[in-house]
């Protein structure tokens, strides 16, 4: 049997400061910290926001869910 949509979807999420800032945030290390998760999609249908570590900034940061 065939299912329809997936309740469990892989999500990527993506700091928020470091795009607001641009990508130089430091001048040593550039770029964007993202990390994988899921999420369930009955259960949270909007965007999913986490406080995650940034190794660019250097701090915890709100890391929102990006589109693929």
Do not use: W
């Not at 999913?48 to 929102?64: A, D, Q, S």
């Amino acid at each position: 049997m065939a299912k329809g949509k997936d309740v469990r979807v892989t999500v990527i999420l993506e700091c928020t400061s470091c795009v607001r800032n641009g990508v130089n945030v430091n001048t040593a290390s550039t770029g964007i910290s993202r990390y994988i998760t899921q999420k369930n999609r009955h259960n949270t249908p909007n965007r999913l926001e986490l406080r995650k570590f940034c190794p660019y900034c250097y701090k915890h940061t709100i890391h929102g869910e990006i589109k693929k």
